[in-house]
């Protein structure tokens, strides 16, 4: 597919309670850590990055990964993934993007909004959250 047939979009993942002192970053396109922090005292951990969607939708982009002909979505990196060897975990969320809503999809590409999509970033065993975590809201906020 032609980039020409592709919108850029913007796309923010929030995580939400993330378990403090515990690094997370975006995972990059050659799978190292992108744009590490952490939560001093419980605050949330934005991410913001841009995705191609073409028609389908498709999605495409350096922290854009698949699975399969239809399953796309964006690894969390956290703890040592996250570039900090002394932590005690060594874990990635799974956070789907191909689910994300066509009418959000649709406000992103006409209205230039960002899609918000927020996590919860602490398992019930008081852990880092990791696999794959289900958003907790997904919506549109204005730049």
């Known amino acids: 597919m032609a980039q020409t047939d592709q919108s850029v979009i913007n796309v923010r993942i929030v995580i939400e309670r993330p378990v403090i002192g515990v690094l997370h ?20 951990l934005p991410f913001d990055f841009q995705v191609r969607v073409g028609p389908g939708p498709k999605f495409f982009g350096d922290q854009v990964r698949r699975e399969g002909p239809v399953r796309r979505f964006v690894y969390i990196r956290i703890g040592q993934l996250a570039g900090d060897p002394s932590s005690p975990w ?47 809201g997904r919506r549109i906020v204005e730049r």
């Open 90 to 136: 060594s874990r990635r969320m799974k956070i789907d993007i191909h689910d994300i809503e066509n009418d959000l999809l649709a406000h992103a590409v006409d209205g230039g909004g960002i899609i918000e999509t927020t996590v919860i970033g602490t398992a019930k065993d008081g852990t880092p959250a990791c696999a794959t975590v289900r958003p907790a």
């Open 25 to 44: 970053s975006l995972q990059a396109k050659d799978g190292s850590p992108l744009d590490p922090r952490c939560s001093r005292a419980g605050e949330a």
